[in-house]
């Protein structure tokens, strides 16, 4: 685990941003006996972002050696924003926004070590991204266990403001990446004419190739195939938040093949080491309640793969969620609308 950068005065009245150590087998903060372990960077290490700048100047920014310090704003990116030093801190005040144009990936993030992006969110513009965040290319397999990246409150919108379009929210190829708190949304309700199933379209909010990835307090909502695939070996995840998506039109618009709906966590049937704990995912099929989904999570069936702590809702009995995890639990639906299990599958 690593805390989340932050921007502090120091005692010559100087800004600086402080960027916590990553910790391991630890509890509790890290202030309590002392001051905490990290790295103090100063404000002239930074490229202060600020409305009207250009993607062309952050990239430039960034290749020049420098981190971003992005101030309160919405920011059009008409260039992809590459992040490939190692170490680099993006970090965003006020929940400062990226939005890519003309479809291209709002930010992608080299397989370096020790990258944190912070306090930030990408939503998605209406010329349809591939992926709006991508950590590390496809293919990426340093080993970065010793100076991990780190995701902390990133947070993606497809839909909502705008009409916005993605394939993939978020793509992890990077090993040993930790995400601390993210809300990855494919929106529900917004502004008119900014979300419908053919609207603010989505297939998958999180995609993780990356082994030795690490996620706490991870929100993935409404997205219109799997929710989040786990491709990688020896990923975790404690606490995970899931409503299906509310607007399938009918049963045949939301089938996998010939499995009704699409499993809110999936994880992928090569893998065997995977562990998750504390999970809920939640069906209101508000558009059409005959909807139903045959599982929220769907694993292979190894040793080492294991759920704990899951539970099922149909919301105010609007749609059907069959079983909890591959074939097990109680079916959810207007008769009987939450449903628990201890472990699986």
């Given amino acids: 685990m690593a805390e989340k950068p932050y921007l502090y005065v120091d005692d010559n009245g100087s800004y600086r941003v402080f960027v916590p150590a990553v910790r391991t087998g630890s509890s509790g903060t890290t202030w309590a006996n002392g001051n905490p372990a990290g790295r103090s960077l100063p404000i002239s290490d930074f490229h202060?972002?600020?409305?009207?700048?250009?993607?062309?100047?952050?990239?430039?920014?960034?290749?020049?050696?420098?981190?971003?310090?992005?101030t309160p704003g919405t920011y059009p990116v008409n260039q992809t924003l590459q992040v490939n030093r190692a170490d680099t801190v993006v970090l965003g005040?006020?929940?400062?926004?990226?939005?890519?144009?003309?479809?291209?990936?709002?930010?992608?993030?080299?397989?370096?070590?020790?990258?944190?992006?912070?306090?930030?969110?990408?939503?998605?513009?209406?010329?349809?991204?591939?992926?709006?965040?991508?950590v590390g290319p496809a293919g990426s397999s340093a080993d970065h266990a010793a100076n991990?990246?780190?995701?902390?409150?990133?947070?993606?919108?497809?839909?909502?403001?705008?009409?916005g379009?993605?394939?993939?929210?978020?793509?992890?190829?990077?090993?040993?990446?930790?995400?601390?708190?993210?809300?990855?949304?494919?929106?529900?309700?917004?502004?008119?004419?900014?979300?419908?199933?053919?609207?603010?379209?989505?297939?998958?909010?999180?995609?993780?190739?990356?082994?030795?990835?690490?996620?706490?307090?991870?929100?993935?909502?409404h997205y219109q195939q799997y929710q989040?695939?786990?491709?990688?070996?020896?990923?975790?995840?404690?606490?995970?938040?899931?409503?299906?998506?509310?607007?399938?039109?009918?049963?045949?618009?939301?089938?996998?093949g010939s499995t009704e709906g699409w499993a809110a966590y999936k994880v992928a049937d090569s893998v065997t080491d995977h562990q998750a704990w504390g999970l809920g995912s939640y069906a209101f099929f508000n558009v059409n309640p005959s909807v139903a989904n045959a599982r929220a999570f769907e694993v292979p069936v190894r040793p080492n793969v294991r759920f704990h702590n899951m539970v099922t809702v149909s919301l105010g009995g609007t749609g059907t969620i069959r079983r909890v995890i591959n074939n097990t639990g109680e079916t959810v639906n207007s008769s009987r609308q939450v449903t628990y299990l201890t472990t699986g599958p």
């Fill in 148 to 163: 991990p990246t780190v995701l902390s409150d990133v947070f993606i919108r497809v839909g909502g403001s705008i009409a």
């Fill in 48 to 70: 202060v972002v600020r409305p009207g700048d250009s993607a062309a100047s952050m990239n430039a920014a960034l290749a020049a050696g420098k981190n971003l310090l992005v």
């Fill in 228 to 256: 989040t695939i786990w491709n990688g070996e020896r990923g975790r995840t404690y606490f995970y938040q899931n409503e299906m998506p509310y607007d399938p039109p009918n049963q045949a618009a939301y089938m996998n």
């Fill in 165 to 221: 379009r993605a394939v993939v929210s978020m793509e992890v190829n990077s090993d040993d990446v930790i995400g601390d708190h993210a809300w990855i949304w494919r929106a529900d309700h917004g502004n008119p004419g900014t979300v419908g199933w053919t609207v603010n379209t989505g297939r998958n909010g999180l995609v993780v190739n990356g082994d030795d990835v690490t996620m706490y307090g991870l929100f993935v909502e």
């Fill in 93 to 134: 005040l006020g929940l400062a926004t990226f939005v890519p144009q003309g479809g291209i990936d709002a930010m992608r993030v080299a397989d370096v070590d020790g990258v944190r992006l912070a306090g930030i969110m990408f939503d998605a513009g209406t010329g349809g991204s591939n992926v709006l965040l991508q």
